[in-house]
């Protein structure tokens, strides 16, 4: 794809919830996501997360449902469109100032300051990031109770 329709075309930045509910099969997060996965591969445009965000996806996984669970997630991850983006002192020093400044939790805030760095959306569910006001931008997931 060339290089200027690739950069028009909308980025997207997965919060933890966004995979929990494509992992669980929670019906309305899932169909978003095959949604967004099926635009990632269309376009040529993976879906990003932060390595931090991976780890919480991880060790959750693990938590919940075992350690085998959590490995078969992270081989469907290699596979799917999502490039996993590391954290360097900058990012982290800008996820801190975010932490600090709206009171979110560390992960959520690397999570916040990939969208912003990307001018991406944010998938979530989680209501806390509209703490961040109108420099992120949130695609919304319907909310899991537990």
Do not use: C
């Not at 469907?76 to 400044?101: C, F, H, S």
């Amino acid at each position: 794809m060339p290089i200027s329709l690739r950069r028009s075309a909308r980025r997207f930045v997965l919060d933890a919830n966004a995979l929990f509910g494509f992992f669980e099969g929670r019906r309305l997060v899932a169909e978003k996501m095959r949604h967004l996965l099926g635009e990632a591969l269309r376009q040529d445009l993976p879906l990003l997360i932060s390595a931090v965000t991976w780890g919480e996806v991880f060790y959750i996984a693990w938590q919940r449902h075992g350690e085998r669970n959590a490995r078969e997630a992270e081989a469907r991850v290699v596979r799917m469109p999502i490039a996993v983006i590391p954290v360097d002192r900058e990012r982290a020093t800008r996820a801190g100032a975010l932490k600090q400044k709206h009171g979110l939790g560390y992960a959520d805030a690397l999570a916040a300051e990939l969208a912003i760095e990307q001018g991406a959306w944010l998938v979530t569910a989680d209501p806390e990031f509209s703490k961040v006001g109108k420099g992120l931008l949130l695609y919304p997931l319907p909310r899991h109770e537990k």
